[in-house]
Structures are given as structure tokens and as C-alpha cells.
Nanobody, 127 residues
């Protein structure tokens, strides 16, 4: 079993920064790929960034490239999402997720592959 606890959301003005954290526990081989997805009201859930735990390889949605950075601290079983230059369109509920599958750019569009999810943390960006 894998448990994920996301935190770090909040309200900021456009151009500001936030860092999300996802504390993971359980079988590490069940969370080979970890990532962040987001869902805004009346919109579909979309992949933001994923990281392949073994190699540290990262993949990003085009909408956040150059602004967001996903990283991991394997010693503490934590994945981070540093969000800089935030825009109002980044406003959403952000979910941490994990899967035993290998990561790739395709992972961003395959939320259904992720079997473990955190509870979500709200990010609100005002203009």
C-alpha cells in the first residue's frame, strides 16, 4: 500500500511562488513514477509534471515548462513541485499521484495509470 499526503498550497498573486510537497509511504516499487496533476473547476484533470524515481528523469506539461520544477528527496520519500511565475490560469486543486509504471512524457496524459492519489491541495493565483 502507498499513502500520499500533499501539502503546501495557498493563495498568491500572479508572479508569485509556491512549493508543494508530497510525502509518500509504502512500497517504493509501487511508486516508481510520481507526479502532480491539477484540476480546475469544470475542467478535466491534467498532468503538470512527473518524475521517474529511479533515474530522476522529469517531464513537464508545456504550460508549465520553465516555471515549475519537480524534484525528489528519496531519503525522506518526498516529492516537491516548485512553482514560480504563477499565473491565474494555474489556479486549481493540485493532486500528488504515484504509479508502479515507468514514467514518460505520456504519463502526463494518463492519469488513469496512477493508482495512488493524495488528498489534493488548493492553489489560487490572483491577478
Amino acid at each position: 500500500q502507498v499513502q500520499l499526503v500533499g501539502s503546501g498550497g495557498g493563495s498568491v498573486q500572479a508572479g508569485g511562488s509556491l512549493r508543494l510537497s508530497c510525502a509518500a509511504s509504502g512500497d517504493p516499487y509501487s511508486r516508481n513514477c510520481m507526479g502532480w496533476f491539477r484540476q480546475a473547476p469544470e475542467k478535466e484533470r491534467e498532468g503538470v509534471a512527473v518524475i521517474y524515481r529511479v533515474l530522476g528523469t522529469t517531464y513537464y506539461a508545456d504550460s508549465v515548462k520553465g516555471r515549475f520544477t519537480i524534484s525528489q528527496d528519496n531519503a525522506n520519500n518526498t516529492v516537491y513541485l516548485q512553482m514560480d511565475s504563477l499565473k491565474p490560469e494555474d489556479t486549481a486543486m493540485y493532486y500528488c499521484a504515484a504509479t508502479e509504471l515507468k514514467c514518460g512524457s505520456w504519463s502526463l496524459g494518463r492519469a488513469r495509470d496512477f493508482g495512488y492519489w493524495g488528498q489534493g491541495t488548493q492553489v489560487s493565483v490572483s491577478s
